[in-house]
């Protein structure tokens, strides 16, 4: 199966999140300018921390910006293992520490357990998101879409009508949340940000035949809504 992707490669990783940041601005004030508000959700992990600090300076009216996550493990957002605290620490900085953000941990004992405070909190949130950006596992996992997962079937179901679902890894520690895969595809843009050969070799292993549940990126590949852009920023 041959995908064809909006892919922008750079030799130095610096531009990238000079470009990404600029884009990404760009999208958001459009949003504002359009609606009044605009939408954010992003991706834990190291590769996003530059990105992060980058567009906490970039000239956007961040009170109008709903800022949320693509998954979170389900820790309290003091542990180290949190994309909130990742988000708190590198993105609500400066100009963005102005930003709204809504979390997707609560004080549930199981992510099960508050999957439904989780979603009406993301619910009251700025719709569709104008941004999301996703990055990539070595596994071909992306958000908390993880390969081997019991509910992998029922948050990649494209008819749940549910915006988040708590998943648990077979191959990671800590039992997650995840926006589900129509909410990831409800995204006005989608950003793949992957650094490094290894991660271009794991896109191009996706791009190629293979049941989406082995490589769950696939299912963003193969199920791409038409009104969505997708784009996939790298750098080695």
């Not at 998954?71 to 930003?99: F, I, T």
């Not at 996703?134 to 390969?147: I, K, M, R, Y």
């Not at 950003?191 to 299912?219: C, S, W, Y």
């Amino acid at each position: 199966m041959n995908h064809s992707i909006n892919l922008h490669s750079f030799t130095d990783r610096d531009k990238l999140i000079t470009d990404l940041t600029l884009e990404i601005a760009a999208l958001l004030n459009a949003g504002i300018k359009k609606n009044g508000r605009a939408g954010l959700a992003v991706s834990g992990g190291s590769t996003p921390v530059q990105l992060f600090r980058s567009l906490s300076k970039s000239n956007i009216p961040w009170h109008t910006v709903d800022i949320t996550l693509v998954d979170e493990r389900w820790v309290p957002p003091d542990s180290q293992d949190s994309n909130e605290l990742l988000v708190r620490s590198h993105l609500l900085q400066n100009r963005a520490a102005a930003a709204n953000f809504t979390g997707m941990w609560n004080t549930a004992a199981t992510a099960g357990d508050g999957e439904a405070l989780c979603a009406e909190r993301l619910q009251n949130t700025h719709h569709p998101i104008d941004v999301l950006i996703l990055g990539l596992g070595n596994d071909g996992h992306t958000a908390s879409l993880f390969p081997g997962a019991a509910r992998l079937p029922q948050a990649t179901d494209m008819n749940s009508g549910k915006i988040c679902m708590a998943i648990a890894p077979v191959t990671a520690p800590h039992e997650r949340m995840t926006l589900t895969l129509p909410a990831i595809l409800n995204a006005k843009q989608i950003f793949l940000h992957i650094t490094g050969q290894n991660k271009k070799d794991v896109l191009e292993q996706a791009l190629g035949d293979g049941p989406a549940e082995e490589m769950p990126i696939r299912f963003i590949l193969q199920q791409q809504a038409q009104k969505t852009q997708f784009s996939v920023y790298w750098a080695n």
